[in-house]
């Protein structure tokens, strides 16, 4: 048994949270990073699994894939995309993290939705890292990630009595 966190010892609560309280969990660990792990298929039909900065805006992901890659390419390919995104890890007691089951769209500049992806992601910071100039948007591609499905996991809801593993679906 665990000393410090009796509540990991099975059995575990089966409850789900109610749609407000998983939303609000989810858009936490949107909140809490900015970096996530793209998975596509590569043109050879292999999982390709790439390290991307991102921005949440809800539930959608904005991101700007370098052009010509591996990664933008497999994403003009194949819309179908699954990103995973996690806290750090100490043990069972902090596990946490989410998968989003998405589609992406691929934004030419100010094409519909640029304006809109370009207040989201934080790309000033992004363009001076990079020793840009920074006083305008720079002409890009916007990778514009929507899930249909996101599975959060969360060790800590068993402490509330609810299942660490919960399922979120678009409404449609």
Same mark, same amino acid.
């Given at each position: ?50 390290? *991307? /900065?991102?921005? %949440?805006? !809800?539930? &959608? ?8 890659? #591996? ?35 691929? *934004? /030419?500049?100010? %094409?519909? !939705?640029? &304006? ?8 000033? #910071? ?47």
């Amino acid at each position: 048994m665990s000393k410090a966190y009796p509540w990991l010892e099975p059995p575990w609560p089966e409850k789900e949270l109610p749609r407000d309280m998983l939303e609000d969990r989810i858009q936490q660990i949107l909140a809490a990073t900015n970096m996530c792990v793209l998975a596509t298929i590569s043109a050879k039909g292999l999982p390709m699994a790439s390290p *991307i /900065e991102y921005y %949440a805006d !809800g539930f &959608d992901l904005y991101c700007l894939p370098d052009p010509g890659t #591996p990664k933008l390419k497999a994403m003009q390919r194949d819309p179908n995309l699954c990103v995973a995104i996690h806290g750090d890890y100490h043990g069972w007691h902090s596990g946490k993290g989410v998968q989003l089951f998405s589609t992406v769209e691929i *934004i /030419e500049p100010h %094409a519909p !939705g640029w &304006d809109r992806a370009m207040e989201v992601f934080h790309w000033r #910071p992004w363009m001076e890292d990079l020793g840009m100039d920074a006083s305008l948007p720079f002409e890009r591609q916007v990778a514009k990630i929507t899930p249909h499905r996101i599975l959060l996991t969360d060790v800590w809801l068993w402490k509330q009595g609810y299942h660490a593993k919960q399922k979120w679906l678009a409404e449609s």
